[in-house]
């Protein structure tokens, strides 16, 4: 597996990947911003001008990578925020993923996070945020795994229940 920048090449792999959450009715697929129907040389350009900082406020760089399979298949995205703004602080943290459900259970999303984990830290960030769901027991197994630790459950005005906030570093 490796984790890459998307390019257009991957655009069959990316129909497929999108299409699975599709038919699992996974309508939203965190970290996944572009519209379906968004043309891929397009959403190559989105990511290389979020990466380096051409959006307005409240947008913050951010940094796209998709896990790409042995098989040339997209099996999960990550995308991390160079720095938090007050909406990341309170819900979204630095780093949000999404792994195919065919891919699941195989340390796909594991892996996501730790080479998140090593771009922030080359950027500088010592202390990286990662918010979770209180009921999404997979993704809190997985930033524990990457040594994150819970430091306080807060309630989402934008999203109507509570979220947990774990710090890793
Ligand atoms: C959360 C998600 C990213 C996990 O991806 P993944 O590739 O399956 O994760 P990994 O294989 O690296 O690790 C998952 C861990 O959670 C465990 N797990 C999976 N489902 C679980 C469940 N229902 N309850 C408890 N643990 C669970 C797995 O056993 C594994 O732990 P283990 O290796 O110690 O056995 C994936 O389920 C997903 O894409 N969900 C939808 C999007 C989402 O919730 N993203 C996170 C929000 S930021």
Partial sequence: MQILPLEPDHEAALHAFLAEFDAAGEAVIPAYFAPRDMPIE????EHRAEEAG?????????STRFAIGDDGAVL???NARHVLND???????????????SARGRGVATQ??????DLLRG?????ILVTC????????????R???VLKDRGYSDEHGHEICRYWIG
Avoid: K, W
């Fill in 76 to 78: 999960g995205v990550y």
């Fill in 42 to 45: 397009q959403i190559v350009e």
């Fill in 87 to 101: 909406r990341l602080r309170v819900f979204g943290g630095h780093v949000g993923y999404s792994v195919r459900p």
């Fill in 133 to 144: 769901d209180p009921t999404n027991d997979a993704s809190a197994r997985v930033i524990e």
């Fill in 146 to 148: 990457c040594g994150g």
């Fill in 123 to 127: 950027l500088g960030t010592a202390s």
């Fill in 112 to 117: 996501l996070l730790r080479h998140a984990i």
């Fill in 54 to 62: 051409e959006r307005s406020a409240p947008m913050v760089p951010a």
